[in-house]
């Protein structure tokens, strides 16, 4: 039985009355499988209370070279987050609204446990125009074997469909497959 969660992420951003729309929405992504979905109202809350989130979207914006005042800071978007019941695979995808488009991505890897052998855990990242998805394969292991996990952070950065074009040297094309794929300790992340 494939299990199914819905929840939105707020696109925590810079935006002002004269930018009602921004050209970009930048998107900051904790995937670890074993973490438990945040509602909407923690991420808002928390965004909120913490100077580091609008550190983030700065850091991004210069990190893609986009001027932070055209970053949108209302854009929601949705994320659905499954695991099929028995399976080792956990997929996080990213759908942008309809009036955005896959931009780029920059992934930073942390823990992956086990980290070396046949059954290391491995994490891949897929680029579509309308989505993004963070996938991990985490081993179930025996009694006393400790656990198994994948531990990942990525910038995804969308930009409105109209503006594409006016972005083309700072946006990356989705390549509507597997970007990046790790296995253990040779995760390392990158730019995508």
Same mark, same amino acid.
């Given at each position: 039985?494939?299990?199914?969660?819905?929840? +939105?992420?707020?696109?925590?951003?810079?935006?002002?009355?004269?930018?009602?729309?921004?050209?970009?929405?930048?998107?900051?992504?904790?995937?670890?499988?074993?973490?438990?979905?945040?509602?909407?109202?923690?991420?808002?809350?928390?965004?909120? %209370?913490?100077k580091i989130c609008s550190t983030v979207i700065n850091t991004a914006a210069a /990190? +893609?070279?986009?001027?932070? *005042?055209?970053?949108?800071?209302?854009?929601?978007?949705?994320?659905?987050?499954?695991?099929?019941?028995? @399976?080792?695979?956990?997929?996080?995808?990213?759908?942008?609204?309809?009036? !955005?488009? !896959?931009?780029?991505?920059?992934? @930073?890897? #942390?823990?992956?446990?086990?980290?070396?052998g046949d059954r290391a855990s491995k994490f891949w990242l897929v680029t579509r125009?309308?989505?993004?998805?963070?996938? +991990? /394969?985490?081993?179930?292991?025996?009694?006393? #074997?400790?656990?198994?996990?994948?531990?990942?952070?990525?910038?995804?950065?969308?930009?409105?469909?109209?503006?594409?074009? %006016?972005? *083309?040297?700072?946006?990356?094309?989705? %390549?509507?497959?597997?970007?990046?794929e790790c296995r253990g300790k040779n995760c390392s992340g990158g730019t995508y």
């Amino acid at each position: 039985m494939k299990s199914t969660f819905l929840s +939105a992420l707020f696109f925590c951003g810079i935006g002002t009355a004269a930018l009602a729309q921004g050209d970009f929405a930048v998107q900051r992504v904790h995937f670890n499988p074993q973490m438990k979905p945040r509602e909407i109202l923690d991420v808002a809350v928390e965004c909120a %209370k913490d100077k580091i989130c609008s550190t983030v979207i700065n850091t991004a914006a210069a /990190w +893609a070279g986009i001027d932070p *005042k055209l970053i949108d800071g209302a854009v929601f978007i949705g994320s659905r987050i499954s695991h099929q019941s028995g @399976s080792e695979e956990t997929y996080q995808t990213l759908q942008f609204p309809s009036d !955005y488009t !896959y931009c780029k991505t920059r992934l @930073s890897c #942390g823990a992956v446990i086990p980290g070396s052998g046949d059954r290391a855990s491995k994490f891949w990242l897929v680029t579509r125009r309308d989505e993004v998805t963070f996938a +991990a /394969w985490t081993p179930k292991k025996g009694f006393g #074997g400790g656990r198994s996990l994948v531990d990942v952070t990525g910038d995804v950065v969308a930009v409105r469909a109209d503006k594409l074009a %006016k972005y *083309k040297d700072v946006c990356s094309t989705p %390549k509507e497959n597997t970007v990046y794929e790790c296995r253990g300790k040779n995760c390392s992340g990158g730019t995508y």
